[in-house]
């Protein structure tokens, strides 16, 4: 169930979450790796890199060359769809979930802090 923010609210919540991931010790991810790393552990269900590219409305090409990236750091893994030998699954791993994890904290964090 979507939750509705105010802007001011939103924009610091995604700043605040941002600037984290910049200070962290650890490789930057871009917008692209960033957005399809998002929707792969947000996003309930399989995800392929056609249905990815369709869902964020960009090339198969980004979605390949941000899944080379994650893949590189052990936020993500590519599997065969066994349904579709045309298809690749894209699967969550254990680093990614504690990415993930510390991704929501610092957006619950800073929401937190604005309620108070």
């Known amino acids: 169930m979507p ?4 802007a001011d609210l939103a924009a ?18 871009s917008s ?11 996003v309930d269900g399989e995800h392929t890199v056609r249905g990815l590219a369709q869902r964020l409305d960009v090339s198969k090409s980004v979605i390949t060359r941000s899944l080379d990236k994650l893949a590189g750091l052990g936020l993500a893994e590519r599997a ?20 993930m994890r510390e991704i929501t904290g610092a957006a619950v964090q800073s929401a937190a802090g ?3």
């Open 80 to 99: 065969p769809d066994l349904r579709d030998r045309r298809s690749v699954l894209v699967a969550r791993t254990a680093t990614g979930e504690a990415l």
């Open 32 to 42: 692209h790796q960033l957005g399809v790393f998002l929707t792969c552990y947000s």
């Open 114 to 116: 604005w309620q108070e």
């Open 3 to 6: 939750v509705t923010l105010p």
């Open 12 to 29: 610091a919540i995604l700043r605040e979450v941002i600037v984290g991931l910049v200070r962290r010790d650890g490789p930057a991810l």
